[in-house]
Nanobody, 120 residues
Framework: QLQASGGGLVQAGGSLRLSCVAS????????MGWFRQAPGKEREFVAS????????YYADSVKGRFTISRDNAKNTVYLQMNSLKPEDAAVYYC???????????????WGQGTQVTVSS
């Protein structure tokens, strides 16, 4: 199971750090991703990290502002979000896949989501 946390209300330009902890399963062999879904929109890819953390991928909309990282010893993946914009507001989900992919359907395990609200 994946448990995401760290969401909240922040002003535009602010920062949040999301965490995703795995229980009952080790994350070290999985590609870990973050996705988000705003009301009325499709779930979209945000960022992903290879199992070692040496390779990361970002959606163009968050490049330079968000950073994904992982601590396999703690079975945790993070998403540091800086310079937040109102359009970043969404429910953020962590997910695990055996594939290096940006496609939500290729992820096998999902957290429950954490709400991020950005006020302008």
């Amino acid at each position: 199971q994946l448990q995401a946390s760290g969401g909240g209300l922040v002003q535009a330009g602010g920062s949040l750090r999301l965490s995703c902890v795995a229980s009952g399963r080790t994350l070290s062999t999985y590609v870990m991703g973050w996705f988000r879904q705003a009301p009325g929109k499709e779930r979209e890819f945000v960022a992903s990290s290879s199992w070692s953390g040496s390779s990361t991928y970002y959606a163009d909309s968050v490049k330079g502002r968000f950073t994904i990282s992982r601590d396999n010893a703690k079975n945790t993946v993070y998403l540091q979000m800086n310079s937040l914009k109102p359009e970043d507001a969404a429910v953020y989900y962590c997910a695990a896949s055996l594939l290096v992919t940006v496609v939500a359907g290729d992820y096998d395990y999902w957290g429950q989501g954490t709400q991020v609200t950005v006020s302008s």
